[in-house]
């Protein structure tokens, strides 16, 4: 089978292009001994089967990183080369194309966004460049699906350029880059349109400023209100009315009382429902993650994905630049919070996005710390929302504060350096509401397959260390540090074992212990700051290694203590 | 203040304020980094126009040929224009 390679600089479409050209069997995977992501599929054209491979998107091919080098690599693995192009940005998508015609594959160029370039005033005459470049172009726009079947056809008369010379040095090309843009495109000028006023508003630093606090105060309304209403509304009657009852009497009627009753309802009985108390596998351990976490994974994913499908994150990240810059950091780490803000594992994933170790470091470890992550928020906000929203306020200030702090210190401990930021900012696009929606889909689902087996074996586990009286030994192991540094009841060391599993759950097992406010509050800033739970720990071993990772931990748990007997002092004294 | 230095050789980009326009004369920054900057569209002879400069040594956003960019004090000083 012959392989066609579709190359093309980032953000030009060219995975719109693959899809449209693939079937349903495609393959993602990473290159071989690198994370360069690539994925590579099949197409049928004129009867004869090409495999199609999705080459990364790089503006060049000269091997300065891991992407260019596999993109480098993959090039020369293919038979045909389709080169995609943005033609709104014809110039800088240039000098990739000839570094590909240089190395005289047969090659079509396909010139993508072409209906853009009307709209922009961009005037390029096709069949200059066609012949210029000595290959063939195809207009193309892949979102609307124009030109993708003159594509597939013109593979057939892919042939390599004879027209650009090779090789050329890097001034040259710039050069024949230049001189075939004085010869094919005229750009008119035209007013700026209001959509763009109102893009340049969202960065300009006196308009910018309000309209971020306005956002994120909207985002984190919409988050929690409509969280609320999802389960008042849905979910509490669904879980009371008739999950409930329903699987009490299913229990009751084959293990009516005894170890395997209690493992699977716990304390639950038809009269009285316990969903949050009663340890049961199949009360506590359903009501957790659907009733009480999953509605908030759906709204703040929603959210997420509308600010990232809008082109909204860029422009945030100019505006708290300065800021993140006195914490080591730059503007783009607000991205990994972001993601954090939801779960650790991606948030520490998308860390790579910064550029030196120190900065992935530092945002890495103050994120593990204190950035609690969705399904954390949800049970503190359920559990502390009911002694008043003050209890909610102080363990998220807390938070802010030690985020603050931290990063302040870690930027003049950790050794390395902290460059500046240089971000393309992508025009705001209409987010598509059918993308919109997959994507929440997609993000509950997997949420649900990750968090329902762990809630379940946390539970278990619980029971087990109850009914060995393994709970009651270690209690009184950490007590002289959990109550008397920490004013906790001994009985929260429970809660500080399943956090390392998960910590939705570990907050779950703060209510049967009938603390106080306070308690609950100081319990909370612990929980969220004394170590990550176990998927975010292997995440971080592995981007960070072993002794950064232990540098991490030593800081997780000095923090937390200190955090924690402060508060306590302030909250209920000494 | 000139519009060009003594020399002719242009003055940073970091001395344009919120709208004003200019032509890009040179990058004087390492080879690699050049690079980089001309495949974001960032090279000689673009005329770029400053849409926001952050407060308190803050990123510039500038606009070269309709692409957007965010870029550092730093790096935007050395890239010298010429106004227009």
């Not at chain 1, 600089?9 to 995975?15: A, I």
């Not at chain 1, 035209?190 to 969202?202: F, K, P, Q, V, Y």
């Not at chain 1, 945030?316 to 080591?328: C, E, F, S």
Request: net charge neutral; charged share 15%; with cysteine.
């Amino acid at each position: 089978m012959k392989k066609i390679a579709l190359t093309g600089c980032p953000n030009v479409g060219k995975s719109v292009v693959f899809s449209r050209l693939t079937g349903v069997n495609v393959i993602s995977s990473n290159y071989p001994g690198t994370t360069v992501d690539f994925t590579k599929g099949t197409t049928a054209i004129g009867g004869e089967k090409f495999e199609l491979i999705d080459v990364p998107g790089t503006y060049s091919l000269e091997p300065t990183s891991k992407a260019e080098e596999v993109a480098q690599t993959m090039l020369q693995e293919g038979d045909i080369v389709i080169n995609v192009v943005d033609a709104t940005h014809l110039e800088r998508n240039l000098y990739l194309t000839l570094e590909i015609l240089e190395r005289k594959k047969p090659t079509i160029v396909a010139l993508n966004l072409w209906d853009e370039t009307k709209h922009l005033g961009i005037d390029i005459d096709v069949e200059k460049l066609e012949q210029l470049l000595g290959v063939p172009i195809v207009k193309t726009c892949a979102l609307c699906g124009t030109g993708i079947k003159e594509l597939a056809s013109a593979v057939g008369d892919a042939k390599p350029s004879k027209t650009i010379e090779s090789p050329m040095s890097e001034e040259e090309r710039w050069l024949r880059v230049g001189e075939i843009i004085r010869d094919v495109q005229v750009v008119h000028h035209r007013h700026h349109t209001i959509r763009e006023r109102i893009a340049d508003a969202t960065v300009k630093p006196a308009t910018g400023i309000p309209i971020a606090i306005l956002a994120i105060l909207f985002v984190f309304l919409f988050i929690i209100e409509i969280g609320n209403a999802i389960i008042e509304y849905l979910l509490d009657p669904i879980f009371c009315n008739y999950y409930g009852p329903w699987i009490v009497g299913v229990v009751n009627s084959f293990a009516p009382s005894g170890l395997l009753h209690d493992l699977l309802i716990g304390t639950s009985t038809v009269e009285a429902l316990d969903f949050e108390q009663s340890l049961g596998i199949l009360t506590t351990g359903i009501y957790v993650p659907f009733g009480m976490v999953l509605p908030f994974i759906i709204t703040f994913y929603f959210m997420l994905s509308l600010l990232e499908d809008l082109g909204y994150l860029p422009r945030l990240a100019i505006l708290v630049d300065t800021g993140l810059h006195k914490l080591g950091l730059h503007g783009s780490a607000i991205v990994p919070t972001i993601l954090g803000c939801g779960c650790n594992v991606p948030g520490a994933l998308a860390t790579r996005i910064l550029e030196t170790k120190k900065q992935r470091f530092i945002a890495m470890t103050l994120m593990a710390i204190t950035v609690p992550c969705m399904a954390q928020s949800a049970m503190i906000i359920a559990i502390l929302g009911r002694y008043g929203i003050k209890w909610i306020l102080i363990v998220y200030s807390t938070l802010f504060v030690l985020y603050i702090s931290l990063g302040l210190v870690l930027k003049r401990v950790v050794k390395g350096e902290s460059p500046e930021l240089l971000l393309e900012v992508p025009p705001y696009r209409r987010p598509d509401p059918v993308t919109l929606l997959k994507k929440t889909w997609s993000k509950a689902y997997s949420f649900l397959a990750e968090a329902v087996p762990f809630v379940i074996l946390g539970i278990f586990i619980v029971n087990l260390l109850y009914v060995f009286g393994i709970v009651d030994v270690l209690s009184r192991v950490f007590s002289p540090i959990l109550t008397t540094l920490l004013g906790l009841p001994e009985g929260a060391i429970i809660a500080l074992i399943l956090g390392v599993l998960r910590k939705d759950i570990a907050i779950g097992m703060l209510l049967p212990l009938g603390m106080s406010p306070q308690q609950l509050t100081i319990a909370c800033i612990i929980l969220a700051t004394y170590f990550p739970c176990i998927a975010t720990f292997f995440v971080m071993l592995h981007e960070l290694g072993v002794r950064y990772m232990l540098k991490a931990a030593g800081l997780m748990v000095a923090v937390s203590l200190s955090a924690g007997i402060i508060m306590r002092m302030i909250l209920i004294g000494i | 203040m000139s519009d060009t230095s003594p020399d002719g050789r242009g003055v940073p980009l970091t001395s344009l304020l919120p709208g004003e326009r200019a032509k890009i004369i040179a990058l004087e920054h390492g080879k690699g980094r050049q690079h980089h900057f001309r495949t974001m569209g960032l090279m000689e002879g673009k005329i770029v126009k400053v849409i926001a400069a952050q407060p308190a040594r803050g990123p510039f956003v500038i606009d070269v040929e309709g692409t957007q960019i965010a870029i550092g004090r730093g790096m935007a000083r050395h890239i010298l224009i010429q106004k227009i």
